[in-house]
């Protein structure tokens, strides 16, 4: 029997789907997220979704955990050791300031404060040599020292150690020796790559966070098998493969984003199946909103993200789907400014208190109680019936709230919930999309996430793109996206030089060094994987620009030493993504890059069954663009809905955890496969 099992927690709910490939059976399941024990609302789901562990092959997990301890302050005491002279390259961070206009603006502050940076003695070159040796004395009389200071966890980052790691290698057996229970990072097996605060910061995350990601894993990875799970546990990592959980341990860092990049894994695999190669990937949750551009059926990716934005963040550098989030969720709360503006988010009732319409105890209305109040989510139908909300206490919290102190009427009050929140979700799409060059109405929306077919199409709306694709269990689709991904791990060495001056015999040694890396971390991991592939990509830019752009490279190439050919593809690539290209212009390598996939077995997804040609909807009173009167709205069933069905909107497709609303004028239709294909009336790809 070959079960496949993937478990996606989110700021609001757990998410689980299993597929039994022997008998074609799916299984889902749908809870709160426990908070106060995460482990225990994955073993919930589990029982719920009726799944039998004892028979599954492979478990695949993302979490929220890891960015949630950076975002609410919650890990471990960390010290950061760095060379003399260099303490306070941490804590000044870069001199840009990212919003010059706002009086107010504050630096992120450090997670590690100034008093807990140490510096010690030794000193490496940029070019690898030694300057001065590491004083073993006075690395053990440091330890002492952090004993007293009750540190917990430790980060390492040396000066150009990304050239030479010898004393990061040296002080990291002296501490592992001395505090055996501290959690160590050294930067050099976090990331071999220039940029000494980037790469600081990364590496003070990774020690920040692994304590508390190491105890979670572990629990995970304990209370599964005693409840007989005999098959292979793997994470979900930023880059869109997974891990094994030793791995994940040593590099928490590396989970970050790994809740939403398995919808946006996903979303690429539907729109491929479907024909369609140019996706914009728009997932809603229960807190945030998400979008991610799919372009030639590859998700973009980027080097380098901050944690809470780019202005306010803490830098990560390690390669990342490139996701844009705002906080717009289904349990994002309404509330009026000191000066009477309504808004929307970024705080959100989450699971506990929850919205209004949950009766926990929720008092501030939502996203989520102005459409109960809509008539756009059935307060008798939520989650299949298993969870009736609340309406009429929704209503009074929004009218006393919001209603009342704007002067309008509850239903009035609803809609601008509605489309404020619609603003800002389209603002997210135009980021990755209007704002990198790409024009949005050349490409399909695929909306997952519980409340993501709620708002989809008026999004899409917004920017005028033609089609929007709500694909089978869109409540589930990141968890189905797990499911979907290979392993998948990258490599960086840094390697400074104009491109003309390139030793590429040394070159080739590195890339060598990396390919050998990553066949021992490969096997260590013990994943199963069909094939293997390995492509090496270099970071170069024009002398004078400060970013890079990726070239890909064969090993062939690197052999030949073919400068030319290298130039033309870094050229042609910089046209296609800037518009203009100068040929006559000295360009220089900044790193090389090495991206290992194992290419794992994946669950084949049974077709969509034959169903009754006629469908027949019920109907409840729903508000659209005309406030003043409900409309008299078909409600279907999707599970109802067979393969070439076709009608026109305003209407409802009501399914368990997910409702989809599509408006006057336009036209869904059911794919073969299940997919809900809605073509926007008078929107066309022009």
């Known amino acids: 029997m070959s079960i496949y099992l993937g478990v996606d927690i989110g700021g609001t709910f757990t998410d689980l789907i299993a597929f039994d490939e022997s008998s074609g059976e799916l299984f889902h399941a749908k809870r709160p997220t426990t908070y106060f024990d995460l482990v225990q609302g994955i073993l919930d789901c589990i029982d719920k979704s009726g799944v039998d562990i004892s028979h599954t092959d492979n478990i695949v997990h993302g979490s929220t955990i890891a960015i949630n301890t950076v975002i609410e302050k919650t890990g471990a005491r960390t010290a950061l050791l760095t060379t003399k002279g260099t303490r306070d390259v941490y804590s000044i961070g870069r001199g840009s300031r990212p919003e010059a206009y706002n009086l107010f603006f504050h630096r992120p502050r450090p997670v590690v404060p100034r008093h807990l940076t140490f510096e010690v003695s030794g000193r490496m070159l940029a070019n690898g040599e030694e300057l001065t040796p590491i004083d073993r004395g006075e690395i053990k009389a440091l330890c002492e020292q952090l004993k007293e200071q009750g540190i917990e966890a430790i980060a390492v980052c040396f000066l150009h150690s990304y050239a030479n790691p010898a004393h990061e290698k040296m002080v990291g057996e002296i501490l592992r020796e001395n505090l055996p229970n501290c959690y160590v990072s050294l930067s050099h097996e976090i990331l071999r790559e220039y940029r000494e605060y980037e790469r600081t910061s990364t590496t003070v995350l990774n020690s920040y966070v692994g304590p508390k990601v190491s105890r979670y894993i572990n629990e995970l990875h304990a209370k599964t098998n005693d409840s007989g799970f005999k098959g292979s546990l793997s994470i979900m990592q930023s880059n869109g493969g997974i891990m094994s959980p030793q791995t994940a341990g040593a590099k928490p860092v590396n989970m970050m984003e790994s809740g939403p990049v398995g919808g946006i894994i996903a979303s690429a695999e539907i729109g491929k199946s479907l024909g369609y190669t140019n996706v914009i990937a728009f997932d809603m949750g229960g807190t945030t909103a998400k979008a991610s551009l799919i372009k030639d059926g590859e998700a973009s990716m980027t ?274 993504r800037f518009g203009h290209k100068a040929p006559n212009e000295p360009v220089e390598m900044v790193n090389i890059r090495l991206t290992v996939t194992g290419e794992r077995s994946k669950p084949q997804f049974p077709a969509l069954q034959k169903r009754n040609s006629n469908p027949q909807p019920l109907y409840r009173p729903v508000y659209f663009d005309d406030l003043s009167q409900a409309f008299h709205c078909p409600v279907y069933d999707r599970e109802s809905l067979p393969p070439g069905y076709e009608f026109a909107g305003p209407a409802l497709i009501q399914e368990y955890a997910s409702t989809t609303v599509i408006y006057e004028g336009d036209v869904c239709k059911v794919s073969d496969t299940g997919e809900l294909i809605v073509s926007l009336g008078g929107i066309k790809n022009e």
């Not at 009218?399 to 800002?424: S, V, Y």
């Not at 490599?491 to 040394?506: I, K, P, S």
């Not at 270099?538 to 890079?548: A, P």
């Not at 090993?555 to 290298?566: N, Q, S, V």
């Open 303 to 576: 080097e380098m993200y901050y944690i809470g934005g780019s202005a306010s963040g803490q830098p990560v550098m390690i390669p990342v789907v490139d996701v844009v989030e705002v906080g717009t969720g289904g349990g994002s709360i309404a509330w009026i400014d000191e000066v009477g503006t309504l808004k929307v988010g970024p705080q959100s009732a989450g699971s506990d208190p929850a919205p209004i319409c949950y009766g926990k105890g929720g008092t501030e209305p939502t996203f989520t109680d102005a459409n109960v109040i809509l008539g756009r989510i059935g307060a008798a139908d939520f989650l299949g019936g298993d969870m009736p909300l609340d309406k009429e206490s929704a209503m009074k919290g929004l009218q006393t709230q919001i209603a009342e102190p704007l002067h309008i009427d509850t239903i009035r009050a609803a809609n601008a919930i509605f489309q404020i929140a619609i603003n800002n979700m389209s603002l997210a799409v135009r980021e990755v999309s209007v704002e990198k060059g790409y024009d949005p109405r050349e490409f399909v929306l695929v909306a997952s996430g519980g409340a993501g077919p709620l708002s989809a199409v008026a999004v899409a709306r917004e920017l005028h793109i033609p089609k929007v694709i709500i694909p089978r269990f869109p409540a589930h689709f990141s968890a189905i996206g797990m499911l979907l991904t290979d392993q998948k791990h990258d490599f960086v060495r840094t390697y400074f030089r104009q491109l003309e001056e390139v030793d590429f015999n040394a070159l080739l040694t590195i890339h060598h060094e990396m390919v050998e890396e990553a066949r021992q971390l490969l096997d260590e991991e013990s994943i199963s994987a069909k094939e293997v592939d390995y492509q090496a990509y270099l970071d170069i830019r024009y002398v004078g620009q400060e970013f890079t752009l990726l070239v890909p490279i064969d090993e062939e190439t690197l052999r030949k030493g073919d400068i030319a050919a290298i130039r033309t593809a870094y050229d042609d690539i910089h046209d296609k």
